[in-house]
């Protein structure tokens, strides 16, 4: 029986698999978590998926406890601003698309939708409400949508079934300074030290790691979350790191976090703005935003990413210290190797372009749950964990590499190389298809990624990739239904955008 995990590295991804470990498996297994002092942070995951509802009540936290706590926020969306290169817009939001007479909503509007009205405002309730800049729940504490409201207790992401309609924005640091404190007190050992060696049988597998002064820390599994070093499962275990430049080439990113006048309203959504060389983030926190700037250094410098950040964002304030980050974009051959299982930075990272840092490392960790090994440490149940996690990165992958593709942009040298570039296998049949008519489910990536049929096309056609005809059979339908569907959102859009509170009112009342 394993009996002992060692977390090498802290943060978010090692808070988030020690207080993961603990709620599953409890006094039953020893974890140990070590973590240099010396060692900073990224700390810039500040957005999430929707699915991140599943981790936070698999642990049994209260959304209005920990939130205030994390200096939290809302996110009903992604608004992606400038990537026909004319200041226009739309969202990508978390709403799945309604069917009408066994056709999508979206099929419909390319066959009577009003083309001078954005497929997003007529498609989805959820572009009206961030416009409005509203909060998803009444001042009582109450969803809009009541019935995908409460608890799911301890289920995982396979279990989703309907789509819930909204994720958080929240302070990196203050998360894992949160789950330090949930974990420790459910029994995980914190062990502040710089780790000096690392050491290993004849076998090859790790058995403890020396640290300076707490001497050495043994256990069974080793669990990798230090990040882009990969110092067990890269350094140590010389395991392949295979890269993804050649169709994602974005591999630096400069950040600043900008304090925001409390009396200003807060967007409940993520900002992805296209920029000359890369695109710019714009998270809204309690109290503060965060900015950053994700580009390819082979199209500008860190120093001219800085001041076109600076800027955009925060012009004067050269008080604000900016953090410069070089990113390790592509994922391991495999991230469980031996008796070590990479999570987080360390196992695999694409651009945060939809914010799948932080559920990357959920999905490793449920996962790693799933999988977890005996004394036998049998192979199969290692390759499927190497499998699945393998297949959700590169699903992820071409989804990313959809939008440089599918974006109508082409004015700098950086976006003309974006029509240029390679793509995954796969994509370009999908984009192909996609010029004739919407995705589907049978159509996208096979094999579970995060992504659903709707988030392919909402980017598709927010982008301008855009089927050349509706679906032959519509012509021999009668449309009122439709007709009907698309003034019941609307109707219903203005309804919540009536009773709704806005996004700060709600967050300033639950921060009291």
């Known amino acids: 029986m394993i009996r002992s995990v060692v977390i090498v590295g802290g943060g978010t991804a090692g808070w988030m698999t020690a207080s993961y470990l603990k709620a599953a498996f409890g006094d039953r297994l020893d974890v140990t978590l070590v973590e240099s002092p010396r060692v900073k942070r990224i700390g810039v995951g500040e957005a999430t998926f929707s699915t991140v509802r599943h981790f936070f009540d698999y642990l049994g936290l ?119 404190g949930l974990a420790t007190k459910n029994g995980v050992r914190h062990v502040v030290d710089d780790v000096q060696h690392v050491a290993q049988d004849e076998r090859g ?26 110092l067990l499962i890269n350094q140590t275990l010389g395991t392949e790191f295979e890269s993804f430049e050649d ?10 976090r900008v304090p925001r006048d409390e009396a200003t309203d807060m967007n409940p959504y993520t900002t992805a703005r296209a920029m000359n060389a890369g695109w710019m983030w714009t998270i809204p926190l309690f109290r503060r935003n965060g900015n950053g700037y994700v580009y390819s250094d082979r199209f500008i410098s860190p120093e001219e990413a800085e001041h076109e950040l600076r800027q955009a964002v925060a012009p004067g304030r050269d008080d604000l210290e900016a953090n410069h980050i070089r990113m390790r974009i592509g994922r391991n051959r495999d991230s469980w190797v031996n008796n070590c299982v990479a999570i987080g930075l360390s196992s695999a990272f694409v651009e945060p372009l939809e914010s799948t840092g932080i559920f990357f ?55 003309k190389e974006a029509k240029l570039r390679a793509m995954p296998e796969g994509l370009r049949a999908k984009l192909d298809l996609a010029g004739s008519r919407l995705l589907d ?10 992504f659903e049929s709707y988030s392919w096309n909402a ?31 609307k109707a219903e859009a203005d309804e919540l955008v009536a009773a709704l509170p806005s996004c700060h009112e709600y967050l300033a009342k639950i921060n009291d």
């Open 205 to 230: 597998w790790i058995t403890h790691v020396r640290t300076a002064a707490h001497g050495d820390v043994a256990g069974d599994l080793f669990v990798d979350c230090t990040g882009f070093r990969g």
């Open 361 to 415: 490392i959920q999905h490793g960790i449920e996962q790693l749950v799933r999988y977890f090994p005996d004394e036998r440490w049998d192979p199969v149940p290692i390759a499927a964990y190497n499998d699945r996690v393998a297949h959700a990165v590169e699903g992820v992958k071409e989804f990313l590499v959809l939008h440089y593709k599918s974006a109508q942009r082409d004015d700098t040298p950086y976006w």
């Open 459 to 489: 980017m598709n056609l927010g982008l301008g990739r855009i089927p050349r005809t509706p679906p032959p059979a519509l012509a021999h339908m009668d449309p009122a239904n439709a007709r009907a569907e698309f003034a019941r959102i």
């Open 247 to 256: 169709v994602l080439p974005n591999n630096r990113a400069v950040a600043l």
């Open 62 to 180: 209260d959304e209005a406890d920990w939130l205030p706590k994390c200096a939290g926020g809302y996110k009903l969306g992604i608004r992606f601003e400038n990537w026909a290169g004319n200041g226009e817009h739309f969202y990508h939001p978390f709403e799945r698309l309604r069917v009408v007479d066994g056709f999508s909503i979206a099929d419909w509007w390319l066959a009577l939708g009003d083309r001078s009205e954005s497929f997003d405002r007529s498609c989805f309730i959820t572009t009206a409400l961030c416009e409005a800049k509203r909060s998803p729940r009444l001042l009582d504490g109450s969803l809009f949508s009541s019935g995908l409201d409460g608890s799911l207790g301890r289920s995982t992401l396979d279990e989703q079934r309907a789509q819930f309609p909204y994720a958080y924005h929240f302070d990196a640091d203050k998360v894992a300074e949160y789950l330090a």
């Open 441 to 450: 489910e049978e159509t996208i990536y096979a094999r579970y990624h995060g």
